[in-house]
Nanobody
Framework: VQLVESGGGLVQAGGSLRLSCAAS????????IAWYRQAPGKQRELVAA???????NYADSVKGRFTISRDNAKNTVYLQMNSLKPEDTAVYYC????????WGQGTQVTVSS
């Protein structure tokens, strides 16, 4: 099982980024994939998740600004982040629970004010 995140970077407040999570070693379409983030000194928190039947859920702090989507043919899950705020600064991880949690290496998102 391998998850590889990409797309992070430095952006000004109000800007946008799209994160990608490329998955391999398991059947993406059959599983829930989630994006989490961890800011310095804080616990890892759920940002958004997408289930195998297409349901999505979001943290209250990102509702209306972030959109999670999946392309099962490409084995990739995306996180479109709009109207970014400095408090969105964190390392973003994608993960999936296949009886045990698997995580990618993370991608840094930094939002300047």
């Amino acid at each position: 099982v391998q998850l590889v995140e990409s797309g992070g970077g430095l952006v000004q407040a109000g800007g946008s980024l799209r994160l990608s999570c490329a998955a391999s070693g398991f059947i993406l379409r059959s599983n829930t994939i989630a994006w989490y983030r961890q800011a310095p000194g804080k616990q890892r928190e759920l940002v958004a998740a997408t289930t195998s039947v297409g349901r999505t859920n979001y943290a209250d702090s990102v509702k209306g600004r972030f959109t999670i989507s999946r392309d099962n043919a490409k084995n990739t899950v995306y996180l479109q982040m709009n109207s970014l705020k400095p408090e969105d600064t964190a390392v973003y991880y994608c993960g999936t629970n296949l009886g045990a949690w698997y995580w990618g290496q993370g991608t840094q998102v930094t939002v300047s004010s």
